[in-house]
């Protein structure tokens, strides 16, 4: 599948893959910031035409477990609408009502990989209001219900 990219920064880097197996793509960070409530941001100098039909999802990187960083919304989407900048927030994992302070080593530098980028597919859902809905293994067991 093709799609369409546009730099936006001259120092920006194409993500692609590092192994043929891989599902993520890696993203660059071309400038850091911060925002309002103290979160890292990370740009990426890139904007992305996603074809009607497909999601972007940002994940973390594993090397995110060496600082002291949390992705603010678990996982990044960028909607097939979504011209502008893909950017990361990252909190501060050690007090995440903080601000983060600078410390060298414990968040990423630009130039570092800071996230991953998976394209797919998803359905269109229609929901069907129902006054029963079929019996299952599980039932309506909740956190902790599996036993595992």
Request: charged share 25%; hydrophobic share 30%.
């Amino acid at each position: 599948m093709k799609v369409k990219i546009k730099k936006l920064h001259e120092d920006a880097v194409i993500p692609k893959y590092a192994h043929e197996s891989d599902a993520g793509m890696d993203l660059h960070c071309v400038r850091r910031g911060w925002d309002d409530y103290g979160n890292v941001v990370y740009f990426t100098g890139l904007a992305f035409e996603i074809p009607s039909g497909y999601v972007g999802l940002l994940f973390p990187r594993s090397s995110v477990c060496k600082k002291e960083l949390s992705l603010t919304n678990s996982v990044g989407v960028i909607d097939s609408g979504y011209r502008g900048e893909v950017m990361m927030k990252f909190s501060n994992t050690e007090n995440p009502k903080e601000p983060y302070l600078y410390t060298e080593g414990k968040i990423y530098e630009v130039g570092e990989r800071i996230g991953q980028l998976i394209i797919m597919p998803y359905p269109k859902i229609e929901f069907v209001l129902s006054d029963e809905l079929g019996d299952s293994e599980r039932g309506s067991g909740g956190y902790g219900s599996t036993g595992q």
